[in-house]
């Protein structure tokens, strides 16, 4: 079992930048590909960014690519979102998620954190 605790979410305005973070506990992190989604209301579950175990690749949905880095330190058991250049359309529930190896789909997520809002405002 793993648990997963995200933090950092809050309101902010366009163009600035913001931090998550989601803290594991549990069994061994670094077994665990790590993957951000987000879902806007009304809207589905969507693939944001992961990491594999020890960090390399990483991998990006196009919409968020250039702007937002993940990242994540074993050591800590915490994967990270770096988020620059926020846009209001990035507004949304933020969800940290573990799986065996990357998965794109959230479907394939093994664990799930409970999120932390993020809004942007224009």
């Known amino acids: 079992q793993v648990q997963l605790v995200e933090s950092g979410g809050g309101l902010v305005q366009a163009g600035d930048s913001l931090r998550l973070s989601c803290a594991a506990s549990?069994?061994?992190?670094?077994?665990?590909?790590m993957h951000w989604f987000r879902q806007a209301p009304g809207k589905e579950r969507e693939f944001v960014a992961a990491?594999?175990?020890?960090?390399?690749?990483?991998y990006y949905a196009d919409s968020v690519k250039g702007r937002f880095t993940i990242s994540r330190d074993n050591a800590k058991n915490t994967v990270y979102l770096q988020m620059n250049t926020l846009k209001p359309e990035d507004t949304a529930v933020y969800y940290c998620?573990?799986?065996?190896?990357?998965?794109?789909?959230?479907?394939?997520?093994?664990?799930w954190g409970k999120g932390t809002l993020v809004t942007v405002s224009s």
């Open positions: 998620a573990a799986a065996l190896k990357y998965y794109s789909s959230p479907a394939a997520m093994v664990y």
């Open positions: 549990g069994r061994t992190f670094s077994n665990y590909a």
């Open positions: 990491i594999s175990r020890y960090g390399i690749p990483t």
